[in-house]
Structures are given as structure tokens and as C-alpha cells.
């Protein structure tokens, strides 16, 4: 299982070549905002340091910032701040929101902060960016809307017990603050990949600053047909599917909210996607809209009058049945 490393100020020296063959990727403060009086919003002292040393061994890098915000104006701030901060870099993984702060986040209430995160997430996506919540397990349960999140972003959990929960969702499971890696001195945290396709997806997306810029030549784009659905092709990512049928990347987010998707959500070759501006298929496709309380199984079922044909509808639409399905998402119906 992939090893990732996360480090700031704290770890002020590093043997990044020496690191590097010990970790899968490393996940680096780029800010933080300061907790008391001042609530200042700052960059980590060794962020740039870090970047260049990783990316100068091979290893890909991610970012998180340390929030110390306690309304949304502030969390918004933050989001700004942090998008200075990245201007120009080129991130491989995902950049996450970390909320731990208990004298700014103490007392508000659930829904205060999972606004925040919302938040601070809707800036970032709209800049291009793919993005995740970290927090710890009390705070995934206590604190935060956990389930509300986890259908929107790439989760980031710390729970550092020999026995840490199981039933939260995460694709990144920090279970040590006191690692040990060659080439850096003393503990450090490390966390496990449980998303398989964690340290490709983003790229593959054309987010983090990789717009336009896919590993391999894709095959050809079919022209736009603008009101119609598009076929995922291999190389393809959001912004790239935007740039070519519908004349800008920049549109990237009506091609979202018509898919019901975010930037965070994967989409895989052959899978078949909704272009804005019109009818979505064609007269001879069936589609069915999710509802609450739906499964694979349960659609097939009602559907296609099986559930044991859920795999069948699963691969109909680039999908397989472990894939989470989401209400008011599109699904296309096998004949």
C-alpha cells in the first residue's frame, strides 16, 4: 500500500533524494492561519524549500492548509490565500483543508463548519483545483457533516489507534505522527493510500495546474454536438472534454453541474457524459435518474427486472458496482 509523506516548517531539514526512496508521494503545508488575536492567514516558511527539493527527487507532491477559520468570509479568505500561494505549481495530488483548530472551531456547531469546508472548497474547484477534507476521527463524527463530504471531495482521516475506525470513508488514512524516514530527523506523520488511483487522477483530470497537458496523446475528440452526450475517451479530464466541445476549459463547470459531478469526481473512457445546452440522449437511450436510497442492485431490480444485471448497467456506464452512486445523478440504461 502507498506510503505518503506530509511535512512543514516542522521538518526544516531534508535528504529529499534519500526520502524519496522511501515514500510514494508527500503532502506539504503551504499555509496556515494563525489562531489567535491576529488570525492571520501565512504561508509555511518551508513550502517552497519543499516543493522544489520533492519535485527535484520525483516525488509527487501534494498540499494542505491548516485552517484557523470560524466564519465563511474567513474560510473564503483562506481559499484565496492558498491559491496565491499555488500559483504556477503543478501538484500531483489532491490539496485538502485541514480543520483541527479547537480554539477557532471549538464551539461551532456541525453545520457551521461543513459549510466552511464547502466553503473553501467551492473557490478552490473553481480554480482549478482538486481538493480534499482532512480532519481527525472525532472530528469526522462530532464536527463535520462526514457523509455530506465524502459524496463531493477526497477524504484525508487521522486516527493514529491500533484499531482506528473502519466504517468512515477516506482515500487517506494518516496513522502515525512519529514515522520514521530516512533522510528526515525525528517522527513524522505518514499516511496510507486507500484510493487506488490517489497519485493518478488528479493529473489525469488536468487539475492542480496540469490543464491541457494529458501523459499520452488521447485519440481524436469527436466534433462538439452540442445538446447531445460525449463518450469519455482515454486521456480525457474535465477540462479537457470542456476545452474541446464546448470552446473553453473555462466552461469546465457547466459541464459539471450537468453531470451532477465536481472536480473531484473521476470519470473513466467509455463513459458516457452529458454535454450542456440541450437533449442529453438519443431518442433510442434510456436513462434513469438516482433517488434516495438507491443502489446498483436495487436499480437493476426495478429497471432491467434483476438485480443480478447491476453489473451489466454498472459497465453501461463506465462504472463498476463498488463505484458510489449519488442522487440526482444520470445513469444510462442497457437495452
Not at 48 to 77: I, M, N, W
Not at 113 to 124: D, N
Not at 301 to 321: D, F, I, K, V, W
Request: with cysteine; aromatic share 8%; proline share 6%.
Amino acid at each position: 500500500m502507498a506510503q505518503i509523506l506530509d511535512v512543514s516548517k516542522y521538518q526544516p531539514t531534508i535528504h529529499y533524494t534519500e526520502a524519496a526512496k522511501h515514500i510514494e508521494g508527500a503532502i506539504l503545508r503551504c499555509g496556515y492561519t494563525g489562531w489567535g488575536d491576529a488570525n492571520e492567514c501565512c504561508p509555511d516558511e518551508c513550502f517552497e524549500q519543499h516543493y522544489a527539493g520533492f519535485k527535484a527527487a520525483g516525488v509527487p507532491v501534494g498540499a494542505y492548509y491548516y485552517s484557523a477559520a470560524d466564519t465563511l468570509e474567513k474560510a473564503r479568505e483562506e481559499a484565496e490565500f492558498c491559491k496565491r500561494v499555488l500559483a504556477g505549481k503543478q501538484l500531483e495530488l489532491p490539496v485538502y483543508y485541514d480543520l483541527e483548530e479547537p480554539r477557532r472551531m471549538g464551539a461551532l456547531s456541525r453545520a457551521q463548519l461543513t459549510a466552511q469546508a464547502e466553503a473553501w472548497a467551492e473557490v478552490m474547484e473553481a480554480a482549478g483545483y482538486f481538493v480534499g477534507i482532512y480532519a481527525n476521527t472525532s472530528w469526522f463524527r462530532t464536527k463535520l457533516d462526514h457523509a455530506r463530504l465524502a459524496k463531493k471531495y477526497t477524504l484525508w482521516l487521522a486516527d493514529y489507534r491500533a484499531q482506528p475506525d473502519t466504517q468512515l470513508q477516506r482515500d487517506l488514512h494518516q496513522y502515525t505522527s512519529a514515522g520514521q524516514v530516512p533522510g528526515i530527523a525525528g517522527g513524522v506523520d505518514l499516511s496510507r493510500v486507500e484510493r487506488p488511483d490517489l497519485l493518478t487522477v488528479v493529473k489525469a483530470s488536468g487539475l492542480n495546474g496540469w490543464a491541457g497537458q494529458p501523459d499520452k496523446p488521447s485519440a481524436p475528440d469527436p466534433q462538439p454536438q452540442p445538446g447531445r452526450t460525449y463518450t469519455v475517451q482515454p486521456g480525457d479530464s474535465w477540462w479537457r472534454i470542456a476545452d474541446k466541445q464546448l470552446g473553453s476549459g473555462s466552461r469546465m463547470h457547466e459541464l459539471l453541474a450537468a453531470n451532477n459531478a465536481t472536480a473531484a469526481t473521476v470519470i473513466h473512457p467509455g463513459q458516457v457524459i452529458r454535454l450542456p445546452g440541450g437533449a442529453t440522449t438519443s431518442p433510442a437511450q434510456r436513462t434513469y435518474t438516482v433517488q434516495p436510497g438507491d443502489s446498483w442492485w436495487k436499480i437493476a431490480a426495478e429497471q432491467l427486472g434483476s438485480g443480478s444485471r447491476m453489473q451489466e448497467l454498472a459497465a453501461a456506464n463506465g462504472r463498476t458496482t463498488v463505484d458510489t452512486i449519488h442522487p440526482g445523478q444520470v445513469l444510462v440504461l442497457p437495452g
